[in-house]
């Protein structure tokens, strides 16, 4: 008997849903905002003022931004719980593996905390010393928002996509069900770890020897979390029916 297919299916659904939540539009467009509003009333002179004005704009929506991601979390521990109730008991907030995974995804976002704040500094240490008007500072900036967006939203997407199916993975264990089928489609732009698997015979294996895959190099890991790495489309679903 095979994996129910409707069940993965209203998964992804949900998934995508609550990944479409975090998009950082609405944080770029109040910081730039706050950015420009700071420099065309204080004309920089001193790198080491604006540095510190930077931080003290950027860090309290970046903190709202960050509770939203989690928020996203709360939401995934209920799906994978109402969806998978056959997969062992529920897992709560106060688990220690589900803690362990909030604060691996909070140093990711650490790091895209601290990419943000060094770009945005650097620029304006730039438009310091070469002397740039106002009008070409904020084309500066405005042009590195983009970057950040993308580089934020990537973070944030395939966190929440990992936590589920880590989630779904504790839920396995506790239900004694050791073995998942990969999942997905294929694009063209489909990795080829994940083209490999999608393409073979076989596409269900024993946790240990998703344990041991690797996914390539500069893709997040572990695989049995992230699949194929960063913005992976494909999931790791739990077969209780698998005999091997």
């Not at 704040?117 to 070469?130: G, V």
């Not at 506790?174 to 073995?179: D, I, P, Q, S, T």
């Not at 390539?216 to 091997?244: A, L």
Request: net charge positive; glycine share 4%.
């Amino acid at each position: 008997m095979a994996i129910d297919k409707k069940i993965l299916k209203q998964y992804q659904l949900e998934i995508t849903s609550l990944q479409k939540s975090l998009s950082t539009e609405t944080f770029n467009r109040v910081l730039l905002d706050k950015l420009m509003d700071f420099i065309s009333k204080n004309p920089p002179k001193d790198i080491y003022d604006i540095k510190y004005e930077l931080r003290r704009i950027y860090d309290p929506i970046y903190s709202g931004y960050v509770t939203t991601i989690f928020s996203t979390y709360d939401k995934n521990i209920e799906l994978v719980n109402t969806l998978y109730k056959d997969l062992g008991v529920d897992v709560a907030r106060d688990m220690n593996k589900v803690k362990a995974i909030e604060k691996i995804n909070a140093s990711k976002l650490g790091i895209y905390r601290r990419e943000s704040l060094n770009a945005i500094a650097s620029k304006t240490r730039e438009a310091i010393i070469n002397k740039l008007t106002l009008d070409e500072q904020i084309k500066i900036l405005s042009a590195i928002d983009d970057k950040v967006s993308t580089y934020a939203e990537t973070i944030a997407t395939t966190q929440t996509k990992g936590y589920g199916q880590e989630l779904k993975n504790i839920k396995a264990n506790l239900g004694e069900v050791f073995y998942y089928e990969y999942v997905g489609i294929i694009r063209s732009n489909t990795r080829p770890f994940c083209r490999n698997i999608l393409t073979s015979a076989n596409k269900t294996f024993h946790i240990d020897e998703i344990n041991a895959m690797e996914n390539g190099v500069k893709q997040i890991k572990p695989v049995r979390i992230y699949g194929g790495g960063w913005n992976c489309h494909h999931n790791w679903e739990p077969d209780p029916f698998y005999k091997g």
